[in-house]
């Protein structure tokens, strides 16, 4: 079924546009405070029962149901059969990206993140000590799009830094896999993968299981109960950072192309549930043009 996104068209000269405006932007904050509830409760029964509760939680919130952990790990074998098993111009596509995102990171660690020392005429020994981690796990979204460019952004810069173990998590809604997202992690080097995804794949990242071995920090991006997991499980483990709400403001003045402002906003809506896009534009002709499809 696809579904069709109508804009709703405001303007800044009506009388009810500050009323129709704030109720575009309002989220319910018993919605927030419901959200970290559920996510503290899961956190809490990942880290006491480990590989059953994240057994639990996948068959609920993605209806996968699997018997056992290892149901759910994807093998390089299957990493490496969606790579072949994609057309040629993809392969290519997946290859090229990866080398621009090794090429840049290369050049960020030379630039600032080599170790180095000196001695001052004290005779102290100064300087930066870089030294990798040993294992990481990278959160890739799953179910609404999919998002091979967040394995490579995620898993290449750790390889380059040196790490050791990359561990990648990916929710696959009733068992869809998608076969981008796993032929980029073949080309990325991911050490090893799981089918999981939400706030019991964090937990099982950050505390471990008998299955998902512990990391030393969780990068990538997610919905909501993600970035409250990752919240929650800061200090216990690193994070990059807590990524908020889908948003954007495309402002089109007339002088781009209006199909570019349409697929801009048209992309972040599909990222999660969570989002907002709006688009600017001095004139009610651009702005048909910016929402025609």
Known sequence: MN???????????????????????????ETDDDIERRVADILADVRLRGD?????????????????????????????????????AQRDALQAAAQRVRTYHEAQKKASGESWSYRDEHG??????????DRVGIYVPGGKAAYPSSVLMNAIPAHVAGVAEIIMVVPTPKGEKNALVLA???????????????????????????????VDKITGPGNA?????????????????????SEILVLADGTT????????????????NWRRAFCCAPTRLISTKCSKR
């Open 3 to 29: 579904l069709i996104a109508t804009p709703a068209r405001l303007s800044c000269i009506d009388s009810t546009f500050e009323a129709q405006f704030k109720a575009r932007l309002h989220w319910s904050a």
């Open 52 to 88: 059953a509760a994240v057994l639990d939680y996948t068959a609920r919130f993605d209806g996968l149901k699997a018997a056992a952990m290892g149901e759910l790990e994807l093998t390089q074998a299957e990493l490496k059969a969606a790579f072949e098993a994609i057309p040629a």
């Open 124 to 133: 102290t020994l100064l300087g930066q000590k870089v030294t990798p981690l």
């Open 184 to 214: 980029a992690a073949y080309v990325a080097g991911v050490t090893r993968a799981f089918t999981l995804g939400g706030a019991q794949a964090i937990a099982a990242l950050a505390y471990g299981t008998a299955t998902v071995p512990r």
């Open 225 to 245: 109960y993600v970035a409250s997991a990752k919240k929650r499980v800061f200090g216990a483990v690193g994070i990059d950072m807590i990524a908020g709400p």
């Open 257 to 272: 192309p209006a199909d570019w402002s349409r697929w801009i906003c048209s992309a972040r809506p599909s990222m999660t």
